[in-house]
């Protein structure tokens, strides 16, 4: 089975260029999550949805970032305009329905760096 | 007030030696998942170990187990007969259910483990 792919694998931009992050999770998995790791803060949640609607994006930094889910299968994360700060690896993680007991599946991440 | 607690940064053990990864965590609500996860150096995070709040069993997969003490609020990872590939950052995470809908992951700080020859 395929887990959560993400793209691109790598991302190197100029500060104040727009950034596109990509994540398709686990067929059947109805909650997907965005998180960002840093040495500094470690892994941080900016975001989930449960089918498909945000339901908690008090993590994401600024209004530069936004994500959107517009189906079951595929979920972007956007930064505009980047900076230097937003450096990190951005994981997305998917699950599959439930309250408390369902692991998060993680997608390989997208290494981005913004110079 | 942190939610999941790892004071360990880091440590030792050595190859087929038993070691325990500490975590505590703080919660108010009765339902609640517990998790570990490896984050090797090449980066991506394996999901090792569950228990539930409600398990009356210490979760067991493989080598590791949990040790959950719920009234101490500790879920402990052990990994028994330790290897080389087990070098790694080693998550423990908390679920909680919230208000019943899907509920978000909260992780600890994380604990780097080397094994030694």
């Known amino acids: 089975d395929a887990g959560v792919i993400q793209s691109p694998r790598h991302e190197v931009t100029e500060m104040g260029q727009e950034v596109t992050l990509r994540c398709k999770p686990i067929?059947?998995?109805?909650?997907l999550f965005w998180y960002r790791q840093t040495m500094m803060r470690g892994l941080e949640l900016l975001i989930y949805?449960?089918?498909?609607?945000?339901?908690?994006d008090s993590g994401m930094p600024e209004d530069r970032f936004s994500a959107k889910m517009p189906n079951a299968s595929f979920s972007t994360l956007k930064i505009q305009p980047s900076e230097p700060r937003d450096s990190a690896v951005y994981f997305c993680?998917?699950?599959?329905?439930?309250?408390?007991?369902?692991?998060?599946?993680f997608g390989n991440g997208t290494r981005l760096t913004v110079t | 007030a942190q939610k999941i607690t790892q004071t360990q940064p880091g440590m030792f053990v050595q190859e087929k030696e038993a070691v325990t990864l500490d975590c505590t965590y703080d919660t108010s609500d009765p339902s609640y998942g517990l998790f570990w996860y490896k984050q090797p150096s090449s980066g991506e995070m394996i999901f090792l170990i569950y228990q539930g709040s409600y398990d009356q069993q210490n979760a067991t997969e493989g080598r590791y187990s949990l040790n959950f003490q719920k009234a101490r609020k500790s879920a402990n990872l052990v990994i028994s007969a330790s290897q080389l590939g087990d070098s790694a950052m080693y998550f423990c995470?908390?679920?909680?259910?919230?208000?019943?809908?899907?509920?978000?992951?909260?992780f600890g700080t994380g604990t780097r483990l080397q094994v030694t020859l």
């Open positions: 993680a998917s699950s599959l329905p439930g309250l408390g007991d369902s692991p998060l599946h």
């Open positions: 995470a908390m679920r909680e259910t919230d208000t019943g809908t899907a509920s978000k992951l909260t």
């Open positions: 949805f449960n089918n498909n609607v945000p339901i908690d």
């Open positions: 067929s059947g998995h109805n909650s």
